[in-house]
């Protein structure tokens, strides 16, 4: 099956440099390029991508806005956002994956991280790699409120404690096979318990449910 993807970055030369790099690949294709937020809804309602490569910082519309406009609309838009930055710590980022991101990518990553990147997001089982959801909470969990709230949310009641286990531990950025191993069950329960916990807190994917953990206080930064 091909991948189709939507270059949204409001500097040509980089969407040539990502278009000769995703099209060196069989499995993706590049249907279109956007210079900023508010074209790139256009494309991606005539278009019909699976995933959009979205700057952040562009003229018109960011990225940010545009993402959540995709997610925003009824029904939302099939197609995953998987979010570049040339920042290791833009504070924008969580916001992009708060509006509904599949998750994010540095432009400086090397090639064949952003195109298993790509795939992964596009599964839309994994929503993203393991290592990738790691180096995101790395580097964003000093951002996130340290001790969150004295109260844990309400949501966080509606989970059993084994649902509460596998939050953890997708918080940790573990995989389904690596959080099957660490609870001695099938990934197919894990896939099960991971599906619980999304649907009970009302998040779109295993990366907003890491960020909602960190939040909440249910995760600590640093010390897991």
């Known amino acids: 099956m091909t991948i189709r993807v939507l270059l949204v970055d409001d ?3 980089l969407r040539t440099g990502f278009r000769m790099i995703l099209e060196s690949e069989p499995d993706l294709a590049v249907v279109g390029e956007a210079g900023d937020g508010k074209q790139a809804l256009e494309l991606v309602r005539s278009l019909a991508p699976d995933v959009v490569l979205m700057d952040i910082r562009m003229p018109r519309m960011d990225g940010v806005e545009a993402t959540r406009r995709l997610t925003a609309e009824t029904p939302p838009s099939p197609a995953r956002v998987l979010v570049l930055t040339t920042f290791d710590l833009d504070e924008y980022v969580v916001e992009a994956i708060r509006a509904g991101a599949a998750g994010f990518m540095l432009k400086d990553a090397p090639a064949e991280e952003l195109v298993q990147a ?8 994994a929503m993203l790699a393991p290592s990738v959801t790691r180096r995101l909470l790395d580097k964003f969990a000093g951002h996130l409120p340290s001790g969150a709230e004295e109260t844990p949310p309400a949501e966080l009641s509606s989970l059993t404690e084994r649902e509460l286990e596998v939050l953890k531990l997708v918080a940790k950025g573990l995989s389904n096979a690596e959080i099957a191993r660490e609870l001695f069950v099938s990934e197919t329960t894990v896939k099960t318990h991971v599906g619980h916990v999304l649907t009970k ?3 779109r994917d295993r990366v907003q449910a890491a960020v909602f953990a960190y939040e909440s206080g249910l995760v600590r930064p640093g010390g897991h």
């Open 118 to 125: 790509i795939r992964v997001v596009a599964d839309g089982d």
């Open 201 to 203: 807190l009302g998040l």
């Open 11 to 13: 500097q040509p030369l």
